[in-house]
């Protein structure tokens, strides 16, 4: 008697042919790649390569798209960001967007709940202790740091389950990135499904499932972080480290 097929299961977002422009300046030159519920991957790659954009072509903020954006089913690309955003996506962008006459709290408090099962601002202190001392100070009294947990704090209590992380590392201290390393594998084993975009390659590979390098717009290479030490050589290659 032959052994049943294994049943797929479709990935919580995939991207297919995904081309995408800043005006008449044409970045992005068919973006391929999946991910699956609960995973973390990284968008990894130099400077201007088009990871940002591909993020923001997901929030469809980008001035121009085309190809295939699929979440849950669901074809997003055309959708205004706003219903992108209530379909259960958190995007917390590398600016990091914090609103400097707000407190902490009221930063916390701003975004609309958009699903079940996001994280009370009692869970979010705990994940971040920095943000409960801090949560009478204002925006602009705020560390990088300090900034980037209340970013991505923000996003966690409005229910998304797919959260999109534009360097969430970048020029902050190595005690706060080990922080932010803390936080993110703690929010995969709650389940959250988070997409990385990422210049720090030791950090991404110490929270990542996979790696997609990205070059010229388009996707050249898939990596398993269990590969990760084969392919070391290959990778600082593409990324020039």
């Known amino acids: 008697m032959r052994e049943p097929i294994p049943e ?3 990935p919580m977002m995939e991207i297919r042919g995904l081309e995408g422009w800043y005006g008449e300046s044409h970045v992005l030159h068919g973006m391929n790649l999946s991910i699956g519920e609960g ?30 954006i699929v979440f849950r089913g669901r ?25 400097s006459d707000l407190t902490v709290e009221e930063n916390l408090l701003l975004l609309p709940v958009v699903g079940q099962g ?14 409960k001392e801090r ?6 009294k705020l560390s990088g740091g300090e900034q980037q947990m209340l970013a991505i704090g923000r996003i966690l209590r409005t229910g998304a389950k797919l959260l999109l992380l534009d360097e969430p590392t970048e020029g902050l201290a190595p005690v706060i990135v080990q922080q932010i390393g803390v936080a993110i594998r703690l929010l995969k084993q ?3 499904t988070i997409l990385l975009v ?15 390098v990205v070059e010229g717009g388009q996707v050249v290479d898939e990596v398993d972080n269990a590969d990760i030490a084969v392919r070391s050589q290959q990778l600082q290659a593409y990324l020039g480290v």
């Open 198 to 212: 990422e210049q720090n390659f030791h950090f991404a590979s110490s929270v990542a499932d996979r790696h997609y």
């Open 118 to 131: 996001g994280m009370s601002v009692e869970q979010i202190h705990t994940l971040f202790p920095n943000l």
């Open 8 to 10: 797929q299961r479709s």
């Open 75 to 99: 074809e997003l690309l055309g959708l205004p960001p706003e219903r992108i955003a209530r379909s259960g996506i958190g995007y917390c962008p590398e600016e990091r967007g914090i609103f």
């Open 39 to 68: 995973e973390v991957v990284t968008l990894l790659g130099r400077n201007g390569v088009g990871k940002t954009t591909t993020l923001r072509a997901i929030m469809g903020i980008l001035d121009r798209a085309e190809g295939s």
């Open 190 to 192: 709650k389940g959250f």
């Open 135 to 140: 949560r009478s100070s204002y925006g602009t």
